[in-house]
């Protein structure tokens, strides 16, 4: 999986999106970078906030005393709309947040898998890698298992290594 992000050719660039000191601001960038997009995307990522994945988008915002990368992967709007459905995330959540630190959310701008990241030793590697499984995990949710909560374990097992 790569960054693929794209913006409008001959557009004036944009006002800065993401408030952040320097030091996120070009850890995202590099972030991008790492994870194969152009020096425009890396930049625009950075403006942003925002890193898009060949099949995923994924937020981030840093925590108030900037240690840690707050992550959100979208899902769609109508993906915990059923009762079921929300049981079995609540279930899920309730795992994922111990064994993984992922958790099911549901706010203004819809459904979304939350992570937290600590950068205080984490590795653009470590970091890269954690969006990638955060992203992966998004997708196979959205794939519309019957049992979200067991989809969402097992996902998240095989691609943390457990």
Same mark, same amino acid.
């Given at each position: 999986m790569s960054a693929v992000l794209t913006s409008p050719?001959?557009?004036?660039?944009? %006002?800065?999106?993401?408030?952040a000191?320097?030091?996120?601001?070009? *850890? @995202?960038?590099?972030?991008?970078l790492f994870l194969g997009?152009? @020096?425009?995307?890396?930049?625009?990522?950075?403006r942003t906030g925002t890193i898009?994945?060949?099949?995923?988008?994924? %937020?981030?915002?840093?925590?108030?005393?900037?240690?840690? *990368? @707050?992550m959100a992967a979208p899902?769609?709007?109508d993906c915990l709309d059923d009762p079921a459905r929300r049981v079995a995330a609540l279930r899920a959540s309730t795992r994922l947040i111990l064994q993984f630190g992922i958790v099911f959310a549901r706010g203004f701008s819809?459904?979304?898998l939350l992570c937290r990241c600590p950068l205080a030793s984490a590795s653009l590697a470590v970091v890269g890698q954690t969006i990638l499984q955060l992203?992966?995990?998004?997708? %196979?949710?959205?794939?519309?298992?019957a049992s979200t909560g067991e989809l969402a374990i097992g996902q998240a097992g095989r691609s943390h290594g457990g």
């Open positions: 050719a001959g557009t004036p660039p944009l %006002a800065q999106e993401l408030e000191s320097p030091r996120v601001l070009s *850890l @995202i960038k590099d972030l991008a997009a152009s @020096i425009e995307q890396a930049r625009e990522a950075s898009a994945l060949e099949s995923r988008s994924v %937020a981030l915002v840093p925590d108030a005393d900037e240690q840690a *990368l @707050i899902l769609p709007a819809g459904p979304q992203a992966a995990l998004a997708n %196979a949710v959205q794939a519309g298992s």
